[in-house]
């Protein structure tokens, strides 16, 4: 049984890494938008 204490660090943790996938999500799909309407731009 792992103490609260042990579990709010490891939570924490997660989080911390969570938020960063999520940032890098929203650059890649930023970067993903930009693209698609310039090629959207440069068809028509």
Not at 3 to 28: G, M, P, Q, T, W
């Amino acid at each position: 049984m792992i103490s609260s204490k042990e579990a709010k660090e490891k939570r924490k943790a997660v989080e911390d890494a969570l938020d960063e996938h999520y940032d890098a999500f929203n650059s890649i799909a930023e970067a993903y938008i930009e693209i698609v309407s310039t090629m959207h731009t440069i068809n028509s």
